[in-house]
């Protein structure tokens, strides 16, 4: 049985900084792209970022681009998104998942506020 596990978010101040972590079990995500997604209150769920096999990461989002940086770790099944240069709009749940695939976990929640 996949199951996915986000963690790393928290109460953060503006400009500062998150690492998120994704963890997969139940399958390896060798050779596989790593989406990042948020949904705040009220808001649609949005692509944040993919991670790709290779550890390269593409900004989804033109309120993110240039913030983000992406990192994996296939023998531990991890694929992490770092964020820096907070902003309150970037307060929201994130979730990760493996592209073409449908397994979602609980999400982290990333609070952006003085």
């Known amino acids: 049985q996949v199951q996915i596990v986000e963690s790393g978010g928290g109460l953060v101040q503006p400009g500062g900084s998150v690492r998120l972590s994704c963890l997969v079990s139940?399958?390896?995500?060798?050779?596989?792209?790593i989406n990042w997604f948020r949904q705040a209150p009220g808001r649609e769920r949005e692509l944040v970022a993919r991670?790709?096999?290779?550890?390269?990461?593409?900004d989804y989002q033109d309120s993110t681009r240039g913030r983000t940086s992406g990192s994996r770790d296939d023998t531990k099944n991890t694929a992490d998104l770092q964020m820096n240069s907070l902003k309150l709009e970037d307060s929201a749940i994130y979730h990760c998942?493996?592209?073409?695939?449908?397994?979602w976990g609980q999400g982290t929640q990333v609070t952006v506020s003085a």
């Open positions: 998942n493996i592209l073409g695939n449908n397994y």
């Open positions: 139940g399958m390896s995500i060798r050779g596989l792209t």
């Open positions: 991670i790709w096999p290779n550890g390269g990461i593409t």
